[in-house]
């Protein structure tokens, strides 16, 4: 074993070079949820050189992928996403998250049957609120792993994922239009529902639990200033500190689209654009792997500032997490005062602090494999 954990990150280091530009090569062209071919198949690649067998398209979903190396009894199962934030690009960091993947699958490949692995690279399309890894689930993925792991990039190093459980909504109102000054009468404001709506749920607000968020944007309201809108839509977000307090939340916001609808006679439609995110069941075993090993590279865990707040993010990975046993911990790359979710925080996912971490967690995540490997 000994010998086995001084290899990793001599093969991380070794492979430095095509890791970092894997992950520059996805931070310079995002590609958002369900849209990531390239992202994809560049990662799959990766994992092909190194021997990997890449299954593409997997389970009929067209940017997943699985690659399998080893045939040993404990089921590794590491996973890649890629996609990015409209708008944002790779604001989230997800190009460090599949390059840190494949750098620990590609250490880990040459110690396979000796430590007894068998690792699987899952590569999960639409983390940002599609539910790719959910619908891998329904789809018989992931079933019977020893272990699944993931890092995160986020602005200081934070061991344990504590996210809210989320679910994601389509919104449209049907109004009718009019002429807004010859014959406002005819119109039904498919705006003014979802003001209303947005108004219903500012009041609500102040009986909602702090381990509540409701939010959401408006990305269709209306055409043209002198025309009642007569169809207006947007992208709502629900969280909740666990599944059932999310089930009794969303019956509340509900509600006040109903409020909308109700006041000025539109039609309402909610799509939801994913099954719900769960909440996240840490297995602390290899929590606590992980932790020793990404401190022993010199890693250093925030104590309980604000910029750890990155850990109550939601994460279709709490959803596998509920089946398999899991960690989710997350990795510094000297962002401050840059955050996830902004541009600043996409600026910092390539060069000098986010390849260090890449290396770190890379590092952290293949000797925590062998740890476990070898209970």
């Known amino acids: ?118 690792i699987e690279v899952y590569g999960t399309p639409a983390e940002e609120g599609g539910g790719g890894k959910i619908e891998l689930l329904d789809r018989g993925a992931f079933a019977g792993l020893d272990l699944a792991m993931m890092v995160h990039p986020a602005p200081v190093d934070v061991a344990e994922a504590e996210p809210f459980a989320v679910s994601h909504s389509h919104i449209t109102y049907q109004g009718k239009a009019a002429h807004a000054a010859a014959y406002p009468e005819q119109g ?84 939801p654009e994913s099954k719900p995110y769960a909440e996240f069941r840490t297995y602390e075993p290899a929590l606590r792997a992980y932790v020793r090993n990404a401190e022993s590279l010199g890693r250093v865990f925030d104590p309980g500032t604000p910029a750890r707040r990155m850990n109550r993010a939601s994460t279709d990975m709490g959803n596998v997490s509920q089946v398999v046993p899991a960690i989710h911990p997350y990795v510094g790359i000297g962002a401050l005062p840059a955050l996830n979710h902004q541009p600043e925080f996409a600026a910092h996912c390539v060069g000098g602090d986010a390849e260090k971490a890449l290396l770190d967690a890379a590092t952290a995540v293949a000797w925590t494999a062998l740890d476990m490997a070898a209970r």
């Open 1 to 118: 074993m000994s010998d086995a954990r001084q290899l990793v990150p001599r093969t991380v280091a070794a492979d430095a070079e095509r890791l970092i530009r894997l992950s520059e090569q996805l931070h310079a062209h995002p590609e958002t949820a369900w849209q990531e071919h390239r992202s994809a198949r560049w990662v799959a690649e990766a994992l092909d050189e190194a021997g990997f067998t890449v299954t593409s398209q997997y389970l009929g979903l067209e940017t997943a992928f699985l690659a399998t190396f080893g045939s040993g009894p404990f089921r590794l199962g590491l996973c890649a996403e890629y996609d990015a934030l409209p708008g944002l690009g790779h604001a989230c960091g997800h190009n460090l998250i599949s390059a840190i993947t494949v750098g620990a699958a590609r250490a880990l490949a040459p110690l396979a049957d000796a430590a007894g692995l068998t």
């Open 188 to 271: 039904v404001n498919a705006a003014d529902a979802f003001t209303i709506a947005q108004v219903a749920m500012g009041l609500l607000r102040q009986q909602l639990p702090s381990t509540v968020r409701v939010h959401g944007v408006m990305t269709n309201g209306g055409e043209a200033p002198n025309a009642i809108p007569a169809r207006t839509e947007g992208r709502w977000y629900v969280r909740a500190e666990s599944l059932a307090q999310l089930a009794e939340t969303e019956e509340k916001v509900r509600r006040c689209f109903e409020a909308g609808a109700l006041a000025t006679g539109a039609t309402l439609d909610i799509a």
